[in-house]
């Protein structure tokens, strides 16, 4: 609980500095705790690492956008 919510802190700081944060989730659990991390936009939840590859030029197009 207190990791999250050093987390979230640690990200809305960076956002107060005009730094944006993105979190590519290779946890299966990550869907429970990233979100509120991140935020649910700024969060891509990979269920099996060896898909990363077919969803990079997604990720890519969605951080460029």
């Known amino acids: ?3 999250v919510e050093d987390a979230r802190k ?3 700081s960076l956002g107060n500095d ?3 944060v993105f ?3 290779l946890d299966s659990g990550g869907a429970d ?7 649910r ?7 099996r690492v060896e898909r990363l ?7 890519y197009l969605r951080l460029t956008a």
């Open 1 to 3: 609980k207190y990791l």
């Open 10 to 12: 640690a990200v809305i």
């Open 18 to 20: 005009g730094i944006d």
């Open 23 to 25: 979190c590519v989730g």
């Open 33 to 39: 705790y990233l979100p509120r991390i991140f935020g």
């Open 41 to 47: 936009r700024n969060v891509v939840q990979i269920d």
């Open 53 to 59: 590859p077919e969803r990079l030029p997604m990720l």
